[in-house]
């Protein structure tokens, strides 16, 4: 199944079937997935983070998945051993999940980092007697 899938995305690129197979063999779960990025840094943090997102997952047994992202479903595979994903997205803080009906199978925080420095605070009084 492996060798048709890789057969099929040379046409498309040879990294993503390569990357597939990589979480294939490192897979000790039932259940593996690689997302990419999990952090991505803003120029200011209310402005959210654009980037493309790539998720790849494999298991064992054929599963029905949707994956989510912030609480969305973005896409759904039906009786399958592995899947791929890949979009522009623009997130904020938020999590990405893969989950069977409502059951979340897996996890992962989206974090923004901003370049943009907290606010200081001022420690003491802007005059002094001494």
């Known amino acids: 199944m492996w060798l048709a899938r890789c057969a099929f995305t040379l046409v498309l690129g040879v990294s993503v079937c390569t990357q597939a197979e990589a979480i294939a063999e490192d897979c000790t779960e039932p259940l593996c997935w690689q997302v990419s990025p999990i ?24 599963r ?21 994903w890949q979009q522009q997205v623009n997130w904020q803080t938020g999590w990405l999940s893969l989950r069977q009906q ?5 996890s992962i925080e989206l974090q923004v980092l901003t370049r943009q420095p907290a606010k200081r605070r001022r420690i003491s009084g802007a005059w002094s007697i001494f």
């Open 39 to 62: 952090v991505c840094v803003a120029d200011k943090l209310e402005q959210g983070c654009e980037t493309e997102l790539r998720v790849i997952w494999f298991s064992d047994t054929p």
């Open 102 to 106: 409502q059951q979340v199978l897996l």
């Open 64 to 84: 029905t998945v949707c994956l989510y992202l912030a609480e969305q479903p973005e896409r759904c595979w039906q009786e399958a051993t592995s899947g791929q």
